[in-house]
């Protein structure tokens, strides 16, 4: 600040920051820091207008008493602001061991450089796209060299994923699918009895199931129970610097990660489609015998009738893909993820919701498809 | 070992620039590794040392130049013969990264298992042998959750050593443990270099480490974003930069 501006210029200018107040003092612009103040009303609007850029100002503390945290935080602030603006601070009579805080506290080693500009969201997008079709080219090689023999997959590992991923997932498919099956006979019941003709509501039961239903239960449960499972694994390995530790060696992690799951499900998911679909079958008898009078030899004609090559093997082909769709979405994501324990929580979260929407549109791809091609 | 021309360096850096997270954090790196050298790649915490690690094994292309191991580029070409040449390496990761879901004998049996014609009772008698070197004789059957962090540290370094590599490269394999324990895991390699003749490229930032184990260290400076010295660390400690000495001078510190 020039010293030639008048005091009464510099009178007219102060202003104050709870009491400590900025004014010229010996042609210096100083702030007296005098208690009780408020931290905040040390920001920019309590700046004086006549401060201007370059100079040298000076912050008094000799009627500051005590200090604490909020103190040299706000002083530190303060001093940052004003060396932003070219000023030049000199710190005067602070009490002890505030003025040592502030030299502390100075700018350190990390750049502060603007951080990388994020991707713009559709950029982001196509890049993430890109990658998923990435994987599933790398899957569908890896899976092309262990059916030629280049590549061998440890049987003890596959056999540890089908012990941790088909018997416990089983119970909780059984469920669902037998629930699925109450819902499926009770609604279709209400519909087919308007027209007499309950007789088919087997039928309806067992392709809605056979075909349909126990394939997508089956993959939402599989999505919910291994696929956050997988994506959990592979990230954790991946923060660990485990699945480097394979690169180096030239191992792909593909064949050697990802190879033993998908062969895995893929094992277990016809037992486990058979059950959902039996299990379905037999609760949707409940109500077609009790509500719509269907009697149980009818129900058992009506429902083995129904069920066609076609239809089992276009339930078998669903399911297969939903099970393949869940091993994909967790291993890509758990394979992506960050190092950091944050990094693992996305992956499982992604993983889940990813296999999930490609199931939802996987089945209606191939049920609008199947249909066309009049299967 | 290789019956290579015993004087050409085993590992040139030429040009090297290393970079992370699209940030330039190391450039123009030129140094070789000598055979049967312990070279230490030494300076404050985040100057980029473990970024230039996992270029040095391959896990990154850098930005510009190139590494050569026994003359050969590790970051161009087919992968096949990259990956061979990976494997001539032993790599210590910094947390370890022993596969979690095998036993430590596993962990040692995989990479055999893999890249060897070795029979099975064979690849366990190795693996025996190599965790009874760094002293887990007894840990063959434990899983890696079992295990203290200088045992697993250990377990890691026994890993490294499974195929039996010319260059060991070791990620701050001191950090996070005990001085004892640090010493203990720098005497084991200065053994290991000794009695295997394996070259040795470690990465640390403590430096009663530095002048315990190198034969040269190698300096990396943050502001200056290269590399500032290179050299017997007793000699840096005198004739180095101002920065170099500052920061070896702390050993007694230490």
């Not at chain 1, 030629?148 to 440890?154: A, D, K, L, N, P």
């Not at chain 1, 019941?189 to 039961?205: D, K, N, P, S, Y």
């Not at chain 1, 954790?236 to 895995?264: C, F, K, S, W, Y």
């Amino acid at each position: 600040m020039t010293s030639t501006e008048s005091a009464a210029a510099a009178d007219a200018s102060a202003t104050r920051a709870g009491s400590s107040a900025w004014g010229l003092e010996q042609g210096v612009w100083t702030l007296r820091l005098v208690p009780p103040w408020a931290a905040k009303a040390l920001d920019d609007a309590a700046l004086p207008a006549a401060l201007g850029v370059g100079g040298r100002v000076r912050i008094d503390g000799s009627a500051l008493g005590h200090w604490d945290a909020g103190v040299a935080a706000a002083l530190w602030s303060l001093r940052e602001r004003l060396q932003q603006r070219g000023l030049q601070v000199e710190l005067a009579s602070l009490p002890a061991g505030l003025g040592e805080v502030l030299l502390l506290a100075q700018p350190g080693d990390v750049p502060r450089e603007p951080a990388a500009p994020a991707r713009p969201a559709l950029q982001h997008a196509l890049h993430e796209a890109g990658r998923t079709i990435a994987f599933f080219g790398e899957v569908l090689i890896a899976l092309a060299r262990w059916l030629s023999g280049r590549v061998t997959v440890r049987g003890t590992e596959v056999l540890q994923q089908l012990d941790q991923t088909g018997p416990r997932s089983a119970p909780i498919v059984l469920l669902t699918c037998a629930l699925v099956g109450v819902m499926l006979a009770y609604m279709g019941g209400a519909q087919l009895e308007r027209i007499g003709a309950q007789g088919f509501l087997a039928g309806v039961v067992t392709v809605g199931m056979v075909r349909e239903l126990a394939g997508l239960m089956t993959g939402v449960i599989l999505a919910g129970r291994v696929g956050a499972a997988f994506a959990a694994q592979l990230a954790t390995m991946q923060a660990g610097e485990e699945v480097d530790a394979l690169r180096v060696l030239g191992v792909d992690p593909i064949a050697h990660l990802v190879l033993p799951r998908l062969l895995a499900l893929l094992l277990m998911a016809p037992a486990l489609l058979a059950f959902g679909a039996l299990a379905g079958i037999a609760a949707g008898a409940l109500p077609a015998l009790w509500v719509y009078g269907v009697t149980p030899a009818e129900y058992l004609q009506q429902s083995l009738r129904a069920l066609t090559a076609t239809h089992l093997w276009i339930g078998l082909f669903k399911g297969m893909l939903y099970a393949a769709l869940v091993v994909a979405a967790g291993c890509r994501e758990g394979l992506h993820a960050g190092r950091s324990a944050q990094a693992v929580g996305q992956a499982t979260t992604a993983a889940v919701v990813k296999a999930l929407v490609w199931i939802v549109a996987a089945a209606c791809a191939t049920t609008v498809g199947f249909t066309a091609m009049g299967f | 070992m290789v019956a290579n021309d015993a004087a050409s360096p085993l590992l040139q850096v030429q040009g090297l620039a290393v970079t992370a997270g699209g940030q330039a954090i190391q450039r123009g790196l030129d140094f070789d590794v000598r055979r049967g050298e312990v070279l230490v790649i030494v300076g404050p915490s985040g100057c980029g040392k473990s970024t230039l690690l996992r270029h040095l094994v391959g896990l990154e292309q850098p930005a510009a130049g190139r590494v050569l191991f026994d003359g050969h580029d590790l970051h161009r070409g087919a992968e096949a013969p990259r990956a061979a040449l990976r494997r001539r390496f032993g790599v210590m990761f910094q947390a370890g990264a022993l596969w979690s879901s095998m036993s430590l004998g596993e962990n040692l049996m995989l990479p055999m298992r893999l890249f060897t014609t070795l029979d099975a009772a064979e690849r366990e008698r190795r693996a025996r042998f190599k965790l009874a070197l760094v002293g887990l004789d007894g840990g063959f059957e434990l899983m890696p959750a079992q295990l203290s962090g200088g045992m697993r540290k250990r377990a890691a370094l026994a890993r490294a050593l499974a195929l039996d590599p010319e260059l060991l490269m070791l990620d701050e394999p001191g950090s996070g443990l005990d001085p004892l324990n640090a010493a203990r895991l720098d005497e084991l390699v200065l053994h290991l270099r000794q009695y295997l003749g394996t070259t040795v490229v470690m990465v640390t930032h403590e430096i009663a480490s530095v002048f315990a184990v190198a034969d040269r260290a190698l300096f990396l400076d943050p502001q200056e974003r290269t590399m500032t010295a290179i050299g017997a660390p007793q000699d840096l400690l005198v004739h180095g930069p101002a920065a170099v000495r500052a920061f070896l001078g702390r050993a007694d510190a230490a």
